[in-house]
């Protein structure tokens, strides 16, 4: 079975400044990473995928995701934060031939002025 | 773009009184996932469905069942509520892939529907 640990239930951080949120996942095969972001009232966007090929993957809004498979961690960067990105980020797995996506705890980055 | 639309939005209930989400996924997806985002956690998988047959199942209670029908729309019923059911009820869709669907396969989410069980 896999599972996803996001090791950071809130991170709070100054407009501008850099970000990381991290993920690691436990599985006995090969996986597939999301990153999704969940605004407040709102349903679950996706940010990025990591399927295959290169490790470093780009999503939308300026982030980005890098795939370590020794260390089994994606975790999520933005180089410098908006307001606008305050949300609750979730870090998730799926594998081949399996539908379901499996959740991490999420994250709730908070954007300070 | 069209979007997947779940209703109602809000649903009130009363305990063991039954309840029923609708899903309509993006046209021309073919596979529908029910997920449960109780106060403060994770969504957790219910059930999916790929073609109107199901394809996998996660943590769903005896008390509910699911079916997709023809035009791919997906219904999750809830019968005997309880107050721990209370929750977001997230729908997502999906396009299969043609050899049965894959874990690849981006999953696009509804904005929910909020049951609270009285």
């Known amino acids: 079975a896999q599972s996803v640990t996001q090791l950071d239930s809130q991170v709070p951080v100054f407009e501008e400044a850099p970000v990381e949120l991290r993920c690691n996942y436990s599985s006995s095969v090969s996986v597939y990473l999301f990153w999704y972001v969940q605004y407040p009232n709102q349903g679950l966007q996706l940010l990025l995928k990591?399927?295959?090929?290169?490790?470093l993957v780009k999503g939308i809004n300026g982030f980005e995701a890098e795939f370590n498979k020794s260390q089994t961690s994606f975790h999520l960067r933005k180089p410098s934060v908006h307001i606008s990105d305050t949300a609750e980020y979730f870090c998730a797995v799926s594998v081949q031939g399996a539908q379901k996506l499996v959740f991490g705890q999420g994250t709730r980055l908070t954007i300070n002025p | 773009a069209a979007g997947v639309i779940q209703s109602p939005r809000h649903l009130i209930k009363e305990k063991r009184e039954t309840a029923t989400l609708k899903c309509y996924p993006i046209p021309r997806h073919d596979t529908v996932y029910w997920y449960q985002q109780g106060p403060g956690q994770d969504p957790q998988f219910l059930i999916s469905?790929?073609?109107?047959?199901?394809?996998d199942k996660g943590s769903i209670p005896d008390r509910f069942s699911a079916q997709q029908f023809s035009d791919y729309h997906s219904e999750l019923n809830m019968s005997s509520l309880e107050l721990g059911d209370s929750a977001l009820y997230f729908c997502a869709s999906s396009l299969g892939a043609l050899a049965g669907a894959s874990g690849e396969n981006e999953q696009f989410f509804g904005p929910g529907t909020r049951l609270t069980v009285l």
């Open positions: 469905f790929y073609e109107k047959m199901q394809s």
């Open positions: 990591y399927l295959s090929g290169s490790t």
